[in-house]
């Protein structure tokens, strides 16, 4: 029995094969369907669709790095650099990368001294980076800010010390008003890059011309970015050059200024409200422009902090506002040699044509009477007296015969209420104001009336008008009703260039404006200019004791603009006034008197008497840039107590 085995304890092997043959055939199709997928897959990637896993797998470890382009330089005409870019070194940070932001900034406060307004800025500036880019942290970093953050490097993966650009503003505050200042692209700047299809050359750039000359020549300036395609590792480090495309560095331009007369009149506006405008009356070329007083391009690179904004803000001398360009003030008699062409060319006076003058003038059929700065008169005067001494009884007499549609039409021909058209006008220069009916109507809802006329004809009234307005008349005037626009750009490096040249032949044909005055009799021209030589070298002129010994012949005109209205029966006192309510000191001239070389337009404001104080001022200013003298001696504004000569 023991070597036998039961029928039910046979194995069925037969079964077990098969089941086995069946199990690996299932298994043999699932694996070659496996590989089938596999190599679908594969092909896929390595054959259909190739280019498109490529490139994304490229993008994980090549990037492209844009190039700031090197910002072009400013020269005044002499070749004198008035905006250079330093180098310096900033801390840059991917936040995108960078896993616990506050805690990497606390780690930083203590090896870079990152200071709370850092990292205010920094999150202000973090929305106007793409992804994955580096925002920066910490600017103008000192060399021991640099070697501290060297040693621990390693703790910081995706934060980086570069190298850039900063511009810089050798003279300060005192080319401010003229060059402006460049800071960080804002949200808006974005948006009108985008606008202009201008964004992509500011990938790598993080600021832009705000204001003036920087702004304005934005385009020039700027230059085109470039870019280097990298491969980087894990953590962003570059690991070697793939690929470089150099930017396009920015222009180097070129301005009409004169920086030693610049610098000049600065020292001599210094702790005054003022501003002063010098052209070249040839070809419209400014030479200086100041307004005082002012404040420093370099705090705004790279942003200016909030309190010390503030403090700008609220300064009362308001070192922010333009003057030159923005500041409005009644241009007083400075305006009688224009108006008396106006009156000689529309007949309503002649050369002979006398006006008596007793002290005052009074309205026909009213008892209005209007003073003359004179108390007990000229006596009788004719155009050439008239404007010598500044006869407002004369002019009053002419606006109520001119009338305010005549004096409108005329005064806007010398570029009275328009803006002069300068390099930075679009954005930074006002109108002022030369009233109309209808200027009168829609401002303040109010008919025009024959009383509102008079003051005009002394520069009053409801007139307004810049120091560049003033200048730009002037210039009109000099060359017989040839008006230039005043300008600051005088060339481009690339005029350089294309001339083979050290300085291109400037062509001033180019930037006369179009101008009926023109067709002015040459003779009232003439008897205007000889008015205002007489102002200031005439047996009578309002001006001649402060020309008294000048080394050449000049004209000018003065005028003192009221800044409040005086009673009936009150006499100007300066020293019974307080300041802010003082006269304006105004004067405008030109020399040398027979082949003008600079012409002046001066607002002093509070400054007193426009003769006495402007015209001295105006007397510092010609000895300088004619004689290189600087020995006269200024006037106080403060001494001018009796009244309101011109």
């Known amino acids: 029995m023991s070597g036998k085995t039961k029928k039910g304890n046979i194995r069925d092997h037969s079964a077990e094969t098969n089941l086995f043959l069946r199990r690996a055939l299932f298994a043999f199709v699932v694996i070659i369907l496996l590989i089938f997928v596999l190599l679908a897959n594969l092909a896929d990637l390595q054959i259909s669709n190739f280019s498109y896993y490529s490139t994304k797998s490229n993008n994980n470890r090549i990037e492209i790095i844009p190039i700031p382009p090197s910002r072009g330089m400013i020269y005044d005409r002499n070749g004198t650099p008035l905006a250079i870019n330093n180098i310096t070194y900033q801390l840059n940070i991917v936040p995108d990368k960078t896993k616990n932001l506050n805690e990497q900034f606390e780690q930083l406060k203590t090896i870079v001294d990152l200071t709370d307004e850092d990292i205010e800025n920094f999150q202000k500036e973090r929305r106007n980076y793409r992804a994955h880019r580096p925002v920066p942290l910490k600017e103008n970093l000192t060399e021991k800010q640099i070697a501290r953050f060297i040693v621990d490097q390693h703790r910081f993966p995706f934060v980086s010390i570069v190298k850039i650009q900063h511009r810089y ?143 700008l803000l609220n300064d009362p001398s308001k070192p922010l506002f333009n003057r030159a360009l923005l500041g409005a003030y009644p241009p007083a008699s400075t305006v009688k040699p224009f108006i008396s062409i106006a009156a000689l060319s529309e007949g309503v006076v002649s050369p002979k044509s006398v006006v008596n003058d007793p002290g005052w003038w009074q309205l026909p059929g009213t008892e209005r009477r209007y003073r003359d700065w004179l108390k007990w008169g000229h006596g009788h005067v004719d155009v050439l007296r008239a404007i010598e001494e500044s006869v407002d009884t004369y002019f009053y007499q002419v606006a109520y015969d001119m009338g305010i549609d005549r004096l409108n039409l005329w005064m806007t021909k010398f570029g009275y209420g328009e803006r002069t058209g300068i390099d930075i006008s679009a954005n930074e220069e006002t109108r002022a104001v030369m009233p109309s009916r209808e200027w009168k109507l829609k401002r303040h809802k109010k008919s025009w009336l024959q009383g509102d006329t008079i003051p005009v004809g002394i520069g009053q009234g409801y007139w307004t008008a810049t120091p560049m307005q003033m200048a730009k008349a002037l210039t009109t005037l000099i060359n017989n009703g040839k008006t230039f626009t005043p300008h600051f750009l005088l060339y481009k490096k690339s005029d350089i260039i294309n001339t083979n040249q050290n300085r291109p032949t400037i062509d001033p044909e180019k930037y006369v404006e179009p101008n009926s005055l023109v067709d002015v009799n040459p003779a009232y021209w003439a008897l205007a200019k000889e008015g205002m030589h007489r102002v200031m070298f005439g047996a009578r002129g309002t001006a001649r004791k402060v020309y008294a010994g000048a080394k050449y012949q000049a004209a000018g005109k003065s005028g003192t603009a009221q800044v409040y209205g005086l009673k009936e029966n009150e006499t100007y006192n300066a020293h019974k006034i307080p300041e802010h309510l003082r006269d304006h000191a105004l004067f405008i001239a030109y020399a040398p008197y027979d082949k003008p070389k600079i012409a002046l337009a001066i607002v002093l404001e509070n400054g007193g008497g426009g003769s006495s104080n402007g015209g001295a001022v105006a007397r510092k200013i010609l000895d300088y840039y004619l004689e290189g003298d600087n020995s006269t001696e200024l006037d106080d504004a403060s001494s001018s107590t009796t009244g309101h000569e011109d």
Do not use: C, W
């Open 169 to 311: 503003y050798p003279y300060g505050a005192s080319l401010t008003h003229i060059l402006g200042y460049i800071s960080k692209i804002n949200t808006q700047d974005k948006q009108r890059l985008e606008e202009e299809n201008k964004a992509s050359d500011y990938v790598a750039t993080f600021n832009i011309g705000k204001m003036g000359i920087e702004r304005y020549y934005e385009d020039v300036l700027h230059g085109t970015a470039g870019n280097e395609k990298v491969e980087v590792n894990s953590r962003g480090r570059i690991v070697r050059l793939l690929e470089q495309h150099p930017p396009q560095a920015g222009e180097d331009i070129y301005l009409s200024i004169n920086l030693k007369l610049q610098l000049y009149i600065e020292s001599l506006l210094t702790g005054r409200k003022a501003s002063v405008v010098a052209i070249d009356p040839n070809n419209g070329e400014v030479l200086a422009m100041v307004s005082s007083p002012s404040y420093d391009s370099n705090d705004f690179v790279g942003g200016i902090s909030s309190k010390k904004y503030s403090e």
